[in-house]
């Protein structure tokens, strides 16, 4: 997992513009995006790239932009973060130490996976891009490259992935409909707060899949609120008694213990 790096400092460099760009720029770009976030939950980018400077950029780019962000410095962690989390949207660097992004790439498509992956390529490497292609990336940028052009990219992927999400969950009695933001049980309304719906509608887009307090947390409730692991956990409880058939006994929203929850389809 990345660690912060001391050469960096408090600003956000920008690899298109090779300057340092002032947290105040970041964050009054990112409340623009915020108030044309038409998704109610953040999206996961992971970020699988060994160079520390490239993914502490990528990384605080990302972030800047309102996406929950998962990173990785070699091969291996990249793949089982992949597998494990099954993010939105991946960026992956193609020479990695313990396994390449040509690998990752591949196991990450015969598990069945279908986000897109963006391949991050070094100017040498142009001629094989068309391997990184056929192995299932979507697309690629050459480094160095302008993060616009790079964020441009990513949200395309996003948005027309977004347009192949369901509209509508449904498990056991409830219903969840997301463009309306109603639950309904049994055929009636049950009121959520947004933050009860936000969790909701992660937990069935990520069926199945373990969800860290810390994910949960950010994806729900954002960066910069200060919400607390007992927070989060009184909103699950408040939760499953408007959708558990038995909130003292939870089908659905199971404790991963020392991780967080997973909801069981
Ligand atoms: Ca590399």
């Keep these: 997992m990345c660690t912060a790096d001391p050469g960096i400092g408090p600003d956000v460099f920008d690899m298109g513009s090779n300057r340092r760009l002032s947290y105040d720029l970041i964050a009054a770009e990112s409340r623009r995006i915020d108030c044309e976030q038409v998704w109610p939950i953040m999206r996961t980018v992971l970020i699988v790239e060994d160079e520390p400077a490239m993914l502490r950029g990528l990384e605080d780019n990302f972030k800047a932009k309102g996406y929950y962000v998962l990173t990785a410095m070699d091969g291996r962690h990249g793949l089982e973060t992949a597998l494990k989390e099954r993010p939105d949207l991946i960026l992956l660097d193609i020479m990695l130490p313990e396994i390449n992004g040509y690998e990752v790439c591949s196991h990450v498509r015969e598990k069945g996976l279908e986000m897109p992956i963006i391949m991050l390529t070094a100017k040498d490497q142009e001629s094989d891009i068309v391997l990184g292609l056929n192995l299932g990336a979507d697309d690629y940028v050459t480094k160095p490259f302008s993060i616009k052009e790079l964020m441009a ?23 969840l409909d997301i463009a309306a933001r109603m639950l309904s049980r049994g055929g009636h309304e049950v009121a959520l707060t947004p933050g009860e719906f936000k969790m909701l509608h992660l937990f069935l887009r990520k069926a199945g899949c373990p969800l860290t307090q810390d994910e949960i947390r950010t994806i729900v409730f954002g960066y910069s609120r200060f919400i607390t692991v007992r927070d989060i ?26 991780i967080g929850y997973r909801f069981q389809v």
């Design 153 to 175: 990219r990513a949200e395309a992927f996003l948005r027309r992935r977004k347009d192949v999400e369901p509209a509508v969950y449904e498990f056991a009695d409830c219903r």
């Design 233 to 258: 956990d009184k909103a699950v409880e408040s939760l499953r008694n408007k959708v558990e058939p038995d909130p003292a006994k939870p089908q659905y929203i199971q404790v991963i213990p020392n």
